[in-house]
């Protein structure tokens, strides 16, 4: 079993306007998935499910874990223990963590990949900025936030599939560099400015 946990980067259901398959989709129909991603969330609400889920866990297992922004939680550096934590897992075959958004802390964590822990050490919110045209992405960049998201899980199509790839290659032990796509989207195509706050 693949237990998944996460923000909206893994949310297996999305209200995004762009219709494709995701690489929670492609997971779930190449492997057996529970996946308790919701999208909003921190790693407070993350825990609470994975704690639920802990006394199930097998040798089989592999954990793919979404680490979100400590700061939807109010704990900026929390973070580097969540990491930690997650690496000292033996009771299950694997685990494997992102990380959505910049943070410094982990940005500077010293691990090693093995067989039975990975993690990726860039934040996914770099691919998801790079797939702008690079002075959009300038622009997103020195400026934040510029409205909903019109992807699922903030990836387009092309990068679903690499993700997905790149995924099933650390789950099978056979790591490779990949190369995500970049530059081929605008902001208007790819945001869309909220009419409410909590749309």
């Not at 259901?13 to 989709?25: D, F």
Request: glycine share 2%; charged share 30%.
């Amino acid at each position: 079993m693949i237990y998944v946990f996460g923000d909206s980067y893994s949310e297996l259901s999305t209200r995004s306007r762009e219709n494709y398959v995701t690489w929670p989709k492609l997971l779930n129909s190449n492997f057996k998935v529970r996946n308790y991603s919701k999208s909003g969330t921190g790693p407070q609400f993350s825990f609470r499910r994975f704690f639920n889920c802990y006394n199930n866990f097998t040798k089989d297992d592999i954990i793919i874990f979404i680490l979100s922004s400590p700061d939807r939680d109010e704990i900026i550096e929390s973070n580097l223990k969540n990491l930690e934590f997650l690496n000292s897992l033996h009771n299950v075959k694997k685990t494997i963590v992102f990380y959505s958004f910049s943070d410094d802390v982990l940005k500077n964590y010293n691990y090693q990949n093995d067989e039975k822990f990975y993690f990726y050490n860039q934040p996914l919110e770099n691919i998801s900025n790079k797939e702008l045209y690079y002075d959009d992405y300038i622009e997103k960049i020195n400026e934040g936030s510029k409205g909903r998201d019109l992807r699922a899980n903030h990836l387009s199509k092309l990068n679903h599939l690499i993700f997905f790839e790149m995924l099933k290659d650390i789950i099978y032990n056979d790591v490779k560099e990949y190369k995500f796509f970049d530059h081929f989207r605008s902001l208007e195509e790819t945001y869309v400015k909220s009419q409410f706050i909590y749309e």
